[in-house]
């Protein structure tokens, strides 16, 4: 199936123009820069699309918050907060009461931290290199007959489980002191 897959695939490329039969499985990898700059990128059109989401769904949970204490807005004017009903009257809300704008609140900073795909993706793909030329070494030691047994394959998992979440602990330790500044940024005032 794969097969029938791959030449339907490798046809249209053919009859539309765009590309060769061989020119199907020539794949070029990315450098770490361009990986980076690609996790960036697909950041950065997230935050422009989901931000106005995410600001509600935090003032939304903040409110609970402020009706437990008592607070009021406005500081010492004690005029009290309307809560919002749903996520359309927030929305409708924010937009009547603060401004269009005011629903990217916190989007500078949530462009900075798109910079956490890109730092994990950059560390696992650190960490898969240097794993795979050890694990790479180790198998070329085997003859070409021998099987890689359950054990060995099941270390090689483990590996690569160990290399995500060591590459996610580095990305989480560079950008989480950012979620606090823009959940800051976002709370109703």
């Known amino acids: 199936a794969l ?18 039969a061989g020119d199907a ?30 600001l509600i769904k935090t003032r939304m949970q903040l409110q609970l918050r402020h009706f437990k204490d008592g607070t ?6 004690k005029i009290p907060i309307r809560p ?11 937009v009547r009461e603060e401004g269009p704008l005011a629903l990217y609140k916190g989007a500078s900073v949530a462009l900075v931290m798109v910079s956490h795909g890109g730092i994990q993706f950059v560390a696992y793909e650190f960490l898969k290199a240097r794993f795979g030329s050890y694990t790479r ?9 021998e099987r890689i047994s359950v054990l060995e394959a099941l270390e090689d998992s483990l590996g690569y489980l160990t290399m995500g979440a060591a590459s996610k602990m580095v990305a989480s330790t560079f950008t989480y002191p950012l979620q606090v500044i823009k959940s800051r940024l976002q709370q109703r005032a």
């Open 3 to 20: 097969a029938v897959r791959q030449k339907r695939h490798e046809q249209s490329l053919q009859t539309s123009g765009l590309a060769t």
């Open 25 to 54: 499985l020539k794949v070029e990898r990315l450098s770490a820069t361009e990986n980076f700059a690609a996790a960036c990128l697909a950041g950065a059109a997230m935050v422009g699309l989901t931000n106005p989401m995410w």
């Open 72 to 77: 009021t807005q406005g500081g010492d004017a």
């Open 84 to 94: 919002y009903r749903n996520m359309f009257d927030a929305a409708s809300t924010i």
């Open 137 to 145: 070494a180790e198998r070329a030691k085997k003859e070409d007959h």
